[in-house]
């Protein structure tokens, strides 16, 4: 019985039952304690501290230090992309051009972005005083967190461990990642190839499935980093409270796609099709949904199928397509079937694909109509190939079905109308926002990136990433001489006025 209340009372423990990020459903309590992690805590343990003791050695590392770490790591991406590649299509199948795009291409911008930034972001900010200051001086300090915890998901597998490792860096952290199971080609080349670069004793990685998390987790550290579904999210925040660690948390949800009857129909359904697509439609910012106006809803379902063939050829042939990858495993596949054959259930008709292989983890590119707004695909984030299509005739009609669900990761709009696109944007709350494009944003690292409530908290890319793994430690300078002396006991009746006049003018 004391054995059963620990899996419920240790973070991770009940993944098996809510996540498809990190689970497998077909693990039973009694595999779980037969592999429970206690024999891998000392490891664990030795690595945290031993990083514990570098940490300070590590925070106080100079700009010229972190540039060097960084441009290895760069060199180093560059030099080992075909063995990334590679890693990555064997774990499920995506094509090279695209691990390109979306695995290394926003790791290396990133860290060629902070390379040219991060003297100015190590430096100390100057900040303005209010004259009952004056003569003082304020800035705000970037120190360290010291110890980072990064977990990792296995959609971009590469992309999303080291991205934030690259802030922590810059921050000058110690880290310990820890990638997903369900990518362990690219789990085991991500921890070969930083063993290359780092000590263990300023960056580590752990491999295995989620109990190896469910240990790090009961250790404190300065931060963590998790990029994963708001279940699990929340078994994360829950854990590092009772450390008070600091957390980011990248999450999901369903990301709305509006097109109103003034855009441009044909580049729209392109650019969608291909932001839904790419990666199986597994990507955390991907289209969920679509409400388009009905009035060209026809127009938009044809020239929507066309883009799609455009990219990847005769639905029927797509199974054979080198240029779109498959599911991660069986269990999501299984598990799109399901919503799928649920949503069909409900009256849904399939306009597009449909054809679901599970032994051979494939979904077509699948476009649905007619939804039932209370199906279960209008209430889990899809994560998958799968596209449902509503409409509206008024603003209203988008709210109510926007609100249906918490506030989305990415909002999308395609229209040409900028009072419509700029009542959309102040009325529906999200993580961000892209105007006539899809997911595009999210490579921009002048633009900070997460979510809102639901889909996440915390900023990454660029200097919003070094914040988070940094501590922002304002500092106040006062002169020998200092105006606020008059305003010390005893109140007399000056004093007293002095006051009053100081709330009242300062």
Known sequence: MPGFFWIFNNPLCVIVLINYYFSEVNILIGIYMEHAPHDKFPEIKRIIELQKANSLKVSQTTFTQRKTKLNKLLKLIFDKSNEIEKAVYDDFKKPAPEVKLTEIFPVTTEIKHVIRNLKKWMSPQNVPAPLTFFGSSNSVVYESKRTALIISPWNFPFMLAVSPLVSAIAAGNCVIIKPSEHSPNTSEL???LLMELFEENEVAVFTGDYTISSCLLQFPFGHIFFTGSTPVGKIVME???KNLTSVTLELGGKSPTIVDKTANIKEAAKRIAWGKFFNAGQTCIAPDYLIVEKSIKDIFVSEFIKAVENLYGQIENIHTSKDYCRIIHQNHTHRLNELLVSAVTSGAVVKLGGEINVNENFCQPTLISNIDIDSRIMKEEIFGPILPLLTFDNFEDILSIINYNPNPLALYIFSKNTNFTNELINSIP?????????????????????????SGFGKSHGFSGFKSFSNEKPVMKQPGITPLKFLYPPYNKTVRKLIELTVKYF
Do not use: M
């Open 239 to 241: 854990a590092a409270a």
């Open 430 to 454: 999200a993580g961000g926002v892209t105007i006539n494009d899809v997911v595009v944003h999210f490579v921009n690292v002048n633009l900070p990136f997460g979510g809102i409530n639901g």
């Open 190 to 192: 991500l921890k070969i």
